[in-house]
């Protein structure tokens, strides 16, 4: 079948050029969060739309994942459901101060909870299958490649292939965690296996300073594990407002992780009882679970894509430019697969974007700007736009911060002793609120609020017109009137944090 390559920056057909047939107006790899968002939003602007999937499996593999993706299946869901499991350890705990007698004998029951995620993800599967069919997507279960600037080809199940002929094709099939190359790395886990563990872990060892580390290191505290973090900085959370930092490190040391900073693993051992874990500074550790939460790469090795012309980065994401096309016009990605900002609502946008630029008759960039992201720590972290040390880098005049840390009121009861900081960055010379950030209970809930205020541009002065809700930890952000610090333009600070 003869193909039409379009021009580049063009998107529709060329006037008074003859059609080509295809399949579909899109054809999408890879069915998570991006990649059903785009799909569904091309259909209801009028494309037909089809997409293909490997068959459902809480573990991802080369041949194993399932619709709705990492975030549905092995990522933000199931982990935020074991975030609330573990939470209740300290619900408990803390619950007796108001009054409540608890038994001494709680149990906690790791495969009831376990049942409970799967039965929730399996759940959203099927939702997510159903959202496609009432879009008239034709889903397929296989596994997707690129055989060519208008083709894909489909292997299913039993083997055989099948291509099929598409307008334009996305890449929407996110990212695959990686292990460390380290002696024994084939007895660790990622965070796939992690969430998925047929017995509790009562010994943890975890390798890794992101977010998945010391989310999982929270998760199998709060549940009764003794767990052992290794990271290569002194802080945690590199990336984040170091103030930040400091304090979900204090946290997770006050809940009982035990904190290993500027320490990496050089060597795993399987033993009788256990996994012996041996530290860059020689020490040993005897473990149940080793999980190296140490990243995740574009997956995109098995696309066919160099043979296609896809340019790639280093990485092994996907080029694109800001409309998520790639150098051949007829090829497009979004999500994890491009190493952008990899969160599930950035992919969710740039999906929308696509389809209005392709099929919507409405070119649209995806807008960057103060992404609100949370770290689901027990207590949480939530941040959005400039962290401190941002701030003062791309400064052009002084910065004024304002933080306010207290421990809050249901603390005062329980007598958990857990402090919450909150903290706003401003722009002495606009007023703009340029950066906020807080660790504390239902900080996510509070920020998303905070981000649309940030997204609208207020001022310092609009957040301390503002009437609080009060008694609330979030009345904080609007009465923050004292300037802890100010940072002038010519003192730029460097962290090696």
């Not at 990271?231 to 407002?241: H, I, Q």
């Not at 301390?464 to 904080?476: C, F, Q, Y």
């Amino acid at each position: 079948m003869g193909r039409k390559m379009l021009d580049d920056g063009e998107v529709d057909k060329a006037v008074g050029a003859e059609e080509t047939h295809y399949d579909f107006d899109l054809f999408v790899i890879g069915a998570g969060s991006g990649g059903v968002r785009a799909a569904r939003f091309s259909a209801n602007h009028g494309a037909k739309v089809g997409i293909c999937e490997l068959p459902f499996h809480p573990i991802s593999s080369e041949e194993i994942g399932g619709v709705g993706g990492t975030c549905v299946i092995r990522g933000c869901v199931p982990k935020k459901i074991l975030v609330y499991g573990a939470t209740y350890g300290g619900e408990l705990e803390d619950a007796k101060n108001y009054g409540w007698e608890i038994n001494e004998n709680v149990d906690f029951t790791w495969k009831k909870l376990l049942q409970k995620k799967t039965d929730e993800i399996l759940r959203l599967n099927n939702i997510y299958k159903r959202l496609l069919s009432n879009a008239a997507v034709k889903l397929y279960e296989g596994e997707g490649r690129i055989v060519g600037p208008n083709e894909v080809e489909v292997r299913q199940i039993d083997g055989t292939k099948i291509s099929y002929t598409a307008k334009h094709i996305l890449i929407a099939t996110g990212s695959r965690a990686q292990k460390p190359n380290i002696p024994g790395h084939e007895l660790a886990i990622t965070s796939d296996e992690a969430l998925s563990l047929e017995e509790f872990p009562k010994r943890a060892v975890v390798l890794g300073g992101g977010y998945i580390a010391v989310e999982f290191a929270s998760i199998w505290r709060g549940m009764g594990g003794t767990v052992d973090l290794f990271f290569r900085k002194e802080l945690p959370l590199r990336g984040f407002d170091d103030e930040m930092r400091a304090l979900v490190a204090r946290n997770l040391e006050g809940r009982g992780v035990n904190l290993h900073p500027q320490t990496s693993l050089t060597q795993l051992i399987k033993t009788d009882d256990g996994i012996k874990v041996i530290s860059s500074h020689g020490e040993e550790f005897m473990a149940d679970v080793v999980l190296f939460a140490t990243g995740r790469n574009p997956n995109t090795k098995r696309l066919n894509l160099e043979a296609v012309g896809v340019e790639l980065d280093q990485a092994g994401a996907v080029k694109v430019d800001e409309y998520s096309r790639t150098n051949i016009p007829s090829i497009w990605a979004v999500g994890d697969a491009t190493n952008r900002i990899n969160l599930t609502p950035v992919a969710l946008m740039e999906a929308t974007c696509f389809a209005n630029t392709v099929f919507g008759e409405k070119p649209t960039k995806a807008d960057y700007s103060n992404v609100a992201c949370a770290v689901f720590c027990i207590p949480p972290l939530a941040v959005v736009g400039l962290s401190e040390e941002e701030a003062v880098e791309k400064a052009t005049g002084d910065i004024l911060v304002f933080t306010s840390g207290f421990n809050p009121m249901k603390n005062t009861i329980s007598g958990r002793q857990e402090r919450s900081l909150m903290k706003l960055i401003v722009d002495e010379q606009t007023d703009k609120v340029i950066g906020a950030s807080m660790c504390g209970p239902d900080a996510a809930e509070i920020m998303q609020g905070i981000a649309i205020a940030l997204k609208c541009g207020a001022t310092k002065a609009q957040f301390d017109s503002t009437v609080g809700i009060h008694p609330s930890s979030a009345e904080e952000f609007v009465t923050m009137r004292t300037v802890t610090r100010r940072i002038a333009y010519e003192a730029k600070p460097k962290t090696s944090l």
